[in-house]
């Protein structure tokens, strides 16, 4: 997958999860403050990425996942991504 197709993938787990059109969701709009997200829906958002990438991500990153790039950013480091 490319680097766009992996952020395509996210976004649309994060937003089936938040119950949100993809629309709705912007890159640095933050989960909890700016979609009433909760830390039930942080802990599915990270189980599903992990079903998803097949990686194991450690629950202290989820300081770290408050919003899609920060997302992007802790998976593909677990995952091991190129930077592009």
Do not use: H
């Amino acid at each position: 997958m490319t680097t766009d197709e992996n952020f395509a993938k996210i976004k649309e787990i994060v937003c089936d999860i938040l119950e949100l059109e993809e629309e709705e969701v912007t890159t640095e709009g933050l989960f909890n403050e700016e979609y009433g997200a909760d830390s039930l829906r942080a802990i599915e958002i990270l189980s599903s990425l992990e079903r998803e990438f097949g990686v194991v991500i450690d629950q202290t990153e989820l300081v770290r996942m408050t919003n899609l790039q920060g997302v992007y950013d802790v998976l593909a480091e677990t995952a091991g991504w190129a930077k592009q």
